[in-house]
């Protein structure tokens, strides 16, 4: 049995939101897990204590080839060595259209959101809904020109957006039903699975 791990080819992969905690990890495993080999962005670990005796992530998934690029409002933190940092604002199209044009990704992975403990609705659906309207146009070369189109666009959001804080979520998979409108009491919630028409601050 061979233990050369597989690998992915996927291109020029911008992550939005990067800098943070969904983005980084993605960014960190399309890098091939630098936060397990490089000390200056390790993760704490604590030594002798087999609790914490796991095997490396590196090892446990393809290896990624990409060219990896991250723009967030700020991206003075949570830097990764390998990937390119753009500061942008997604709910601009001049913004994103000047990073698309540096970077030329072939992929999009969409993760970036405001804090959602601040409960600021009008920031929630400015970001969540009206942003990522605005990057899918970008990305699609529907909303100017940056030479060229996505051939992938991953959009990430919450297990939130199938519960109603209420119940356990058991084997839950993507063929559940949004809960949307009066019995979705979380507003995050609604600006990520809602239109810009449905969602109502």
């Known amino acids: 049995m061979s233990n050369k791990r597989p690998a992915m080819e996927l291109g020029t992969v911008l992550v939005v939101g990067g800098c943070g905690f969904v983005g ?3 960014v960190n495993h399309l890098l091939n897990f630098p ?11 604590p030594e002798e204590d087999p609790r914490f005796d796991y095997p490396q992530l590196a090892g446990r998934y393809p290896v990624c080839m990409a060219k990896v690029a991250v723009v967030d409002l700020r991206t ?3 830097r990764l060595p390998g990937a390119e940092y753009y500061d942008g604002d997604i709910t601009s199209a001049e913004s994103m259209l000047e990073v698309f044009r540096k970077v030329k990704p072939n992929v ?3 993760t970036a959101t405001p804090n959602v403990l601040e409960g600021n609705k009008p920031l929630l659906r400015k970001v969540n809904v009206d942003g990522t309207k605005t990057l899918l ?6 909303r100017g020109d940056w030479g060229g189109k996505c051939k992938a666009f991953v959009y990430t959001s919450s297990s939130s957006v199938v519960h109603d804080t209420q119940s356990d979520l ?3 998979d993507e063929e559940w039903p949004y809960i949307r409108g009066d019995r979705q009491l979380e507003y995050y919630s609604e600006t990520k699975v809602g239109d810009a028409d449905s969602v109502s601050v």
């Open 108 to 110: 999009v992975i969409h």
């Open 137 to 142: 146009e970008v990305a699609g070369g529907a």
């Open 76 to 78: 003075s933190n949570n």
């Open 35 to 45: 936060s397990e080999t490089d000390a200056s962005v390790a993760l704490p670990k």
């Open 170 to 172: 058991i084997n839950v």
């Open 24 to 26: 980084w990890h993605i």
